[in-house]
């Protein structure tokens, strides 16, 4: 279902996920283009992962061991459960999400098992969302990006918003992308629906 406007405030706050190695890069500015077109009353938040990092995931679940506990993991876990909304937001890098974005992801995993936590059935029903931006024109090699967070959308039942494509290399580039702008401007305003394996 699409929308004029996007659904305002008190049933919607967003958690933007930054997975640039580089502060105000391409992919930042594209993804603060799209939260300015959201109501002012829906909560935003944003989490640059290269000023909040994270140690290797660790996948204990077999070992029988109990898992490392990360305060900045936490943190994201919590604003993460926190968000109606979440919205990675990472360069492509070799056709794929960023280091970052991946490991922020791979936590993922290791929240399924906390005790009490619930996430594969709190995050159920609430929406993901990519935005990136690459220096090819060719949107089909984001393709790679794009089935990732699509199918971890699926395995969790939330529902995908699509990715925000732009292109972008040098510095400040994406915001001569015509074409990224303008989707930008009401990417946000869709009913996504409920992500299925494809």
Do not use: C
């Not at 502060?23 to 938040?45: M, S, Y």
């Not at 056709?95 to 995050?123: C, I, N």
């Not at 060719?138 to 967070?149: F, I």
């Amino acid at each position: 279902m699409t929308t004029g406007t996007p659904r305002g405030g008190a049933d919607r706050s967003f958690l933007f996920v930054l997975g640039s190695s580089r502060p105000d890069g391409n992919t930042e500015l594209l993804a603060r283009a799209a939260a300015e077109q959201l109501p002012a009353d829906v909560p935003r938040r944003w989490v640059d992962l290269a000023r909040l990092p994270l140690p290797d995931f660790q996948d204990v679940r077999h070992e029988g061991g109990s898992r490392p506990v990360d305060e900045n993991g936490e943190l994201l876990r919590h604003a993460t459960l926190e968000a109606t909304d979440v919205v990675i937001a990472s360069p492509l890098y070799w056709y794929a999400l960023s280091a970052h974005a991946k490991g922020y992801l791979d936590y993922w995993s290791g929240w399924l098992t906390v005790p009490g936590s619930d996430f594969k059935e709190r995050m159920a029903g609430r929406t993901l969302w990519g935005v990136t931006a690459m220096a090819e024109r060719e949107e089909a090699v984001a393709d790679g990006l794009v089935t990732s967070l699509n199918h971890t959308a699926a395995y969790l039942r939330m529902r995908f918003g699509g990715v925000l494509l732009g292109n972008g290399s040098r510095p400040g580039q994406v915001q001569g992308d015509d074409r990224a702008m303008v989707r930008a401007k009401t990417f946000f305003h869709r009913e996504p629906p409920i992500a299925r394996f494809r």
